[in-house]
C-alpha cells in the first residue's frame, strides 16, 4: 500500500479536488474527519494528503530547521520504532514554477513519506494481541503496506487504538516537528478508541498550535463522539464505482474476467472487500448459492431446508455464509433487472449464465423483482441480530421463491408447511 498521489486516488474525484485545493492555497484545518463506508479510500487519501502537506516543494511546506532534543528519542509512532529518527535530509530547494497542489514526488520528504519512515508522520490504527508484542505487531502491518499495493486492514472484535501510543504521541506533541514546518497526526479507524483518549485527543485538537495537522477516519461515524466531530471538519466518501474496482482487481491480479465483476459487484463499491474476497473461493461460493435456485423454483421445502442447513451450520462463520448466500441472490435479482430493463450497456454479474438470467427474466416483471429484493434486504438487516441463521435464510429464499409463511410454517425434520 503505497503511499499515493492525491491525484491518484480512485474513484473520489470530489474529495481530491477538495484536498488538492487545499495543498495549493497552503491553508490547512486543524483537523479533518474522513468518513465513508469500509475500504473506499479514506486511509489511503489520508496518507496522500499528509504527503502532500509535508512535500517541501508545495506552498507553506518549506523545512523547519530540526530541533531534536533528548525527548524526542524513542519509539516513533510510524515506523523505526525504538530507536531515534534518521538525520535530516537536506531540503530540495523552492521551484521556481507555481505552487503545487500535490506532492511533487520527488523530494526527501516525498520519498521518506512513500516508504512510511518520514519522522513528522505519525500514524496510528487498531491492533489486537498483547501489548508485549505491540512493536513486533505494528512493525508486520506497515511492512505489510510497504509490500503490497492492495494491503487490507483487518480487524477482530478486540482491535483498538492502543492508550499506550495516544500516551506516547501527546508526549511529542510537546515539542517541534523533527524535519517539516508541521507533523501530520493520522488516526485510522478514530472509532475504536477509548472514552479516555477521545478526551486527551480533544485537547489536543482544540490547542494544536500551527504545527498539527490531524487527519482522523471511521467508517462507524455514530461512534465518534459528537465533541470530536465538531471539531473536524467532515470530508465524505462515496462508495467506489463498481468498474473501477473490477479494473484494480484485474490490474493487481487479484482476479480476473466474471470473477472480478463478481467481486466488484458483491464488494458494494468497497475496494477493501473486494480483495478480501478474491483471496476467497467466492466463484464456488457463488455456484453454491444460486444452487438454492433449484428448491425455491420447485418449492422443493425439505431441499431447501436442508440447503440452508449447510450453508450456515459453521457457527460464526455460518452468519457470514448467511450474508454473503443473500449478497449472490441480491445480485442475481439485479441481473433480472439489467435483462429486463437494461440497455445492455451493463454487463451482467453471473454472465456464464445469461441464456439462465434472460428466461427467468421474460417472466418476472419489475413489481416481482423489487418485491425479492425487500425480502433480502430485510434478512441482511437481521444478520447482526438475535437470529438463527439456517432459519432466516430458509425463510427469505423460500420468500423470494412466493411462500407466504405463516404461524406453524417453520420447518422441523426437513419438513414445512407452505401456503401460496
Known amino acids: 500500500m503505497p503511499i499515493v498521489s492525491l491525484a491518484g486516488l480512485l474513484g473520489q474525484p470530489d474529495v481530491t479536488a477538495f484536498l488538492r485545493g487545499i495543498v495549493a492555497r497552503g491553508r490547512y484545518g486543524n483537523a479533518y474527519l474522513f468518513t465513508g463506508p469500509a475500504g473506499v479510500g479514506k486511509g489511503t487519501a489520508a496518507l496522500a494528503f499528509a504527503r502532500a502537506a509535508l512535500c517541501d516543494h508545495v506552498h507553506g511546506a518549506a523545512p523547519a530547521a530540526a530541533t531534536v532534543t533528548a525527548a524526542d528519542d524513542g519509539m516513533s509512532l510510524f515506523g523505526g520504532m525504538g530507536s531515534a529518527p534518521a538525520a535530516p535530509e537536506p531540503a530540495a530547494p523552492a521551484p521556481d514554477g507555481p505552487l503545487l497542489d500535490d506532492a511533487c514526488g520527488e523530494c526527501p520528504a516525498c520519498r521518506k513519506s512513500a516508504s512510511l519512515q518520514h519522522p513528522d508522520l505519525k500514524f496510528l490504527f487498531p491492533v489486537s494481541g498483547v501489548e508485549a508484542k505491540l512493536e513486533e505487531t505494528i512493525g508486520e502491518t506497515l511492512q505489510g503496506m510497504r509490500d503490497d499495493p492492495l494491503f487490507v486492514f483487518q480487524y477482530d472484535q478486540a482491535a483498538s487504538v492502543r492508550l499506550s501510543l495516544t500516551r506516547e504521541l501527546q508526549r511529542e506533541l510537546a515539542f517541534r516537528p523533527y524535519e517539516a514546518s508541521r507533523r501530520v497526526v493520522i488516526i485510522r479507524d478514530c472509532d475504536r478508541m477509548r472514552e479516555d483518549q477521545y478526551s486527551a485527543l480533544l485537547k489536543s485538537i482544540e490547542e494544536p498550535g500551527a504545527s498539527t495537522l490531524w487527519v482522523l477516519t471511521s467508517s462507524r461515524l455514530s461512534r465518534v463522539p459528537a465533541t470530536i466531530r465538531s471539531r473536524c471538519q467532515t470530508v465524505k466518501f462515496a462508495p467506489l464505482p463498481e468498474t473501477a474496482v473490477e479494473t ?80 449472490f441472490h441480491q445480485l442475481w435479482q439485479r ?53 438463527t441463521a439456517d432459519l432466516t435464510l430458509f425463510s427469505a429464499l423460500a420468500r423470494v421463491g412466493g411462500a407466504k409463511l405463516g404461524e406453524g410454517a417453520w420447518p422441523s425434520h426437513g419438513t414445512a408447511r407452505w401456503d401460496y
Open 248 to 327: 484494480v482487481l484485474q490490474q493487481y491480479g487479484k482476479a480476473s474476467g466474471p470473477l472480478a465483476r463478481t467481486l466488484a459487484a458483491l464488494a458494494a463499491g468497497s475496494l477493501a472487500r473486494a480483495v478480501a474476497l478474491s483471496r476467497e473461493d467466492a466463484a464456488g461460493q457463488a455456484r453454491a448459492a444460486l444452487a438454492m435456485l433449484e428448491p425455491v423454483r420447485a418449492r422443493n421445502q425439505a431441499g431447501l431446508w436442508k440447503a440452508a442447513q449447510d450453508a450456515t451450520k459453521f457457527g460464526r462463520a455460518g452468519r457470514e455464509a448467511l450474508r454473503r448466500t443473500i449478497e
Open 335 to 387: 441481473d433480472l433487472l439489467s435483462a429486463r430493463y437494461g440497455d445492455g450497456s451493463r454487463p451482467f454479474v453471473f454472465a456464464e449464465r445469461e441464456a439462465e438470467i434472460r428466461a427467468e427474466a421474460a417472466r418476472t416483471d419489475a413489481t416481482e423483482i423489487r418485491r425479492r429484493l425487500m425480502v433480502l434486504e430485510e434478512a441482511l438487516r437481521s444478520i447482526d441480530g438475535n437470529i
